[in-house]
């Protein structure tokens, strides 16, 4: 049970676009999504008809823009499951909502020698933040290895985490593609004492997303890769969690009061949103999730799914031996990123080549030194699919990589 | 838009197939100095081994794409066996010939340094093709740049 590709592929202008004279074959999903015209022509609306700065002016267009920023709000807590709308924050993306844990959590629950559990495959916006903590603070981190099929090892599960105060996971790699066992870890660390970071840049643009469920403390999420505007990043944390950590950054918005010798915070969620957010992306991202809730996230799931299978099949078919795959060998147990190398070529070498057949893939260390030193790589290639890519879109990508092949092996003769 | 032969000229092609000066030497009495290209995870390692005023050998290890270890092989070529002052001078030269666009990058307006137009690049002018796709312009230079810090170690050791 999936959609029509085709009708979904018409929702988004920038498909149109040719490059180099070809149709534009878009694989880069998971650094960054394509916007739906509905996500764009809303944000124009704003600027058009109601635009004004959020919780201050008291004047119509104000109020206006303020209910629709604070309606775009309640949209992604019911998209994610938040139990209200007051556990959802925004910043300006993933990596500063992770940075926001880390300094307003990590800072006022961390000492010398607590420890923290990381994974080998988390991104550098889930290791850096906390190497920073180390620095500063002299805690302990502790890494969770992944098995011959890239699936987290988690034999030595229980022992990792004794002790741990904080344990943070990448939902879904953004590498590997691996969907990791986010329930499992969780109810270990809690079993420990330990809080849980989600990383779920990955995850929540592509899964019916509930924090409930995946047992949660906190979850990080990033609205330009689900199909919204970029500048806009999204932290589900548990109220009580929130309410006793010490603001972020400081500034307007995020106080009820401020005096010559101190300030008093706001409430939950604007304490932690100093200044003036991105109000039209905001409500942009709004739009994106009721477009990815009248598709239906089942099925964004189930279309990723069977587009991954198809990867796996045909790619190897077409490329045979010298094509690496990195990842779990079921599409069960990952979603729709595949990461490669092939015939030894260099990935920038391999985009740059398949950039003449207009065919977009990451290219480079994904922002995981740590997991690509793992790896023993420097670097992969990457293709990630999302609602408005087809087996066509794979095709063109097996055809431009035969061709890239050839390009740089095939004939030394001239 | 440029076409792929304008960057992958055959000689680099053939450098990156065939690396000239792979290998290490020995730390001291050669500098061993890193390079890296962040955006890429390009890496690169020179080993300079300088008597008085003479680049005595240079060698490379790492990794990268064709234009990063092209050329690193290139560069190695070029500066092995001619004095300091020489290989500074031939650094002045690529990076000129990479400069105009890798100022624009950054934003920076100064003037370019002068190159001294008695400067044969030779087989490096192939890499100028590179200027016409600048996210790579920064793989071609990592090497120099690379040698560059080394040089500066080396006068200063």
């Known amino acids: 049970m999936t959609f029509d590709v085709a009708a979904v592929k018409k929702d988004f202008p920038i498909l149109d676009v040719e490059v180099h004279g070809r149709r534009l074959v878009y694989l880069d999903s998971a650094s960054s999504s394509q916007k739906p015209q509905a996500v764009l022509d809303v944000m124009n609306e704003v600027y058009e008809t109601t635009y004004a700065n959020v919780h201050r002016g008291v004047y119509a267009i104000a109020e206006e823009a303020t209910a629709r920023m604070e309606d775009a709000r309640a949209k992604v807590a019911r998209f994610v499951g938040a139990g209200a709308a007051r556990e959802i924050l925004f910043g300006k993306n993933v990596t500063e909502m992770i940075n926001l844990v880390a300094y307003s959590w990590g800072r006022h629950n961390l000492r010398e020698g607590d420890a923290v559990l990381l994974t080998m495959m988390e991104h550098h916006a889930n290791v850096v933040p906390w190497l920073m903590l180390r620095d500063e603070r002299g805690i302990e981190l502790r890494w969770l290895d992944f098995d011959d099929d890239y699936q987290l090892d988690l034999t030595d599960l229980a022992r990792m985490v004794e002790g741990v105060k904080l344990v943070g996971v990448a939902a879904m790699s ?4 691996t969907l990791n066992p986010v329930r499992r870890i969780a109810d270990a660390a809690h079993a420990a004492g330990a809080v849980v970071l989600v990383d779920a840049a990955q995850y929540v643009p592509h899964n019916t997303t509930d924090v409930a469920a995946l047992g949660a403390d906190f979850v990080g999420f990033t609205g330009h890769k689900m199909l919204g505007p970029t500048g806009i990043g999204c932290l589900w944390g548990r109220a009580e969690l929130l309410e006793a950590m010490p603001p972020f950054l400081g500034g307007g918005e995020m106080i009820s009061d401020v005096r010559i010798d101190g300030f008093t915070p706001t409430e939950l969620p604007w304490k932690f949103e100093a200044g003036t957010p991105p109000i039209a992306e905001i409500i942009g991202l709004g739009a994106a999730v009721d477009y990815l809730t009248d598709l239906g996230m089942d099925r964004v799931r189930a279309h990723e799914r069977e587009l991954t299978a198809y990867a796996l099949r045909a790619l190897p078919d077409r490329l045979g031996d010298e094509l690496t795959l990195y990842g779990p ?75 890239t092949g050839e390009f740089f092996l095939g004939d030394t003769r001239k | 838009m440029p076409g792929l032969e304008d960057l992958y000229r055959e000689i680099i092609l053939d450098h990156y197939r065939n690396p000239r000066n792979r290998g290490e030497l020995p730390a001291p009495p050669a500098q061993r100095v890193e390079g890296f290209n962040p955006l890429c995870g390009d890496e ?32 190695s070529a070029a500066v092995k066996g001619k004095t300091v002052e020489e290989a500074r001078a031939l650094i002045r030269a690529f990076k000129g010939m990479m400069s105009i666009h890798e100022s624009r990058l950054e934003g920076d307006d100064g003037e370019p340094e002068p190159v001294d137009p008695e400067i044969k690049l030779g087989d490096l002018a192939a890499l100028q093709g590179v200027v016409k796709f600048p996210v790579r312009i ?8 690379t040698l560059a810090q080394g040089l500066d170690e080396a006068a200063s050791a």
């Not at chain 1, 391999?350 to 990451?362: K, M």
């Not at chain 1, 699919?385 to 431009?400: H, K, R, V």
């Not at chain 2, 020179?46 to 990794?63: A, P």
């Open chain 1, 174 to 177: 953004n590498v590997l593609g």
């Open chain 1, 329 to 403: 060998a079921s599409p069960d147990d990952r979603g729709g990123v595949i990461s490669f190398s092939y015939k030894g070529i260099h990935p920038h070498d391999i985009s740059q080549v398949l950039d003449e057949r207009a065919v977009c893939v990451r290219a480079g260390h994904h922002c995981a030194k740590p997991l690509m030193r793992r790896l023993g790589v420097g670097a992969t290639a990457r293709a990630s699919f999302y609602i408005y890519n087809d087996e066509a879109d794979i095709d063109s990508l097996a055809d431009a990589l035969a061709h």
């Open chain 2, 44 to 75: 690169i390692v020179v080993y300079l081994l300088v008597e008085g005023d003479q680049v005595v050998d240079v060698k490379i290890t790492g990794q990268g794409c064709s234009i990063s270890q092209s050329s690193a092989s290139m560069m």
């Open chain 2, 138 to 145: 920064k793989c071609a230079t990592l090497s120099w740049n």
